[in-house]
């Protein structure tokens, strides 16, 4: 049985930053200024290491995206931020990164009493990555660049033409991000879009508004100008779709569930606003018995598919291991899972924290008890851990069949589904039978075949003897429905800008 670290006795001690800051996250960032909603209503963020009310925050409607879409329009027209250099402008991304950095710890402590995950994978994966992604676009700045063309012009013999393509920012956008990774989904997305000059109107998830609060209050530090980063606060049905279907929107970014991005697709058809989506996943992740060392493969396959308490769109939710070594994989990762500590991720010795909220805890389990009736093995956990916040064991099950909702669907839980394989060509087949393509991993130490592998998965990322590598280098996203476009590395400016030909006659 993993062992719960009493999460009902959970002392929440934080640091006096936070306290105050608290106290004060309870308004929205429209034009430079923090205002409380224009209904004044408000709605509760959660600790979900114990369901208890952390605070109240702005619940930002139709009318505060309404000005607070006027307000990045207004920001993308008029100066000074459009009159910025593409060096200043970089400056002012640059020190965003660095204020994050210097406030690393207070970070990492909201992020994880808000969200539920322990406070050193907040410390040393979210807050580190979320800094890294602004020093990264930073430099991007002043890279953006267009090309020129050796026209010809068939149709016009003997004319002379200078033809260039020049990038400029897609205008203003629209950011709905989910609550798995709260800081880094909004870096990911406010990063690229201020590098290459948009403005921006963020609804953080209602679950995790915290940090992307503190976050607006860092970028004004840092000197971004009024409007140009606002940040409405509120629910999905509500905040959310009023952004994505807004007129005066250029752009919609979208990270989130693959069900909720076909509503942005639909919202957005009003104006035919551009759209990218990161969605859902269903990754496999295959161990041939051939593998340079089985323990690092059963630890990456544990890593895969608990880390973030496999709240994580990348998650390897479906090994695949060889029949030869499938019995030991799957002990090895149960007794692995046996072991984790579940706790309040604010605690020193938590391995593993809550579901983010009660309605996750709803879904996660409903999809274990559907397991159970569809007749799956649970080799452990299955079930939900304690009766105060929001814990689920860590869960393994085998003996499925295809269509069972397990195999088939996304959990976004601590739950992984195990199959033997014999064949590596009817393990592509099985590997890539699913409507996601996010991301794909192979164990194996023969070269060819991992590259053999790596080119037959539909997926946007490959591991290869590794998991969960990620990168502000690394372009990311997904295949079939687990989105539209690239985040991150130089793709992502592709994202935030138009490109317009300018042809001049010589
Ligand atoms: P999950 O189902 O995992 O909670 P969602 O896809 O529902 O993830 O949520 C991701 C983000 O999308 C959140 O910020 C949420 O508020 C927002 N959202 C939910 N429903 C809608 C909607 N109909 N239109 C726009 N945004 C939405």
Redesign the pocket.
Known sequence: MPTLTAPADAKVQLTEANKAFIKRANKLLIDGQWVPSASGKTFPTYNPATGEVITRCAEGDKEDINRAVAAARQAFEKGPWKDLTASERGRIVWKIGDLMLEHADELAELEAYDNGKTRGVARYVDVPLSADAFHYMAGWATKICGQTFPISVPYMPGSKFHAMSLREPVGVVGQ?????FPLLMAAWKLAPALAAGCTVVL?????TPLTALRLGELMIEAGVPPGVVNIVT????T??????AHDDVDKVA????????K??VQ?AAGNLKKVSLELGGKSPNVIFKDTADLETAINGAANAVFFNHGQCCVAGTRLFAEKAVFDQVVDGIASRAKKIKLGFGLDEDTQMGPL??E??LA?VTGYLEAGKRDGAEFVTGGVRHGDRGYFVEPTIITNTKPHMSVVQEEI?GPVLVAEPFSDEEDLIRRANDTTYGLAAAVWTKDTARAHRIAKAYRAGTVWVNCYNVFDSALPFGGYKQSGWGREMSGEALALYTESKAVIVAL
């Open positions: 709905i991000i989910p609550w798995n609804k953080p998830a209602e679950q509120g629910y999905g049905e905040a959310g779709a009023s952004l994505a979208f990270t989130g569930s693959t069900e909720v991005g509503l942005i919202a983010v909220s309605e996750q879904r976004f």
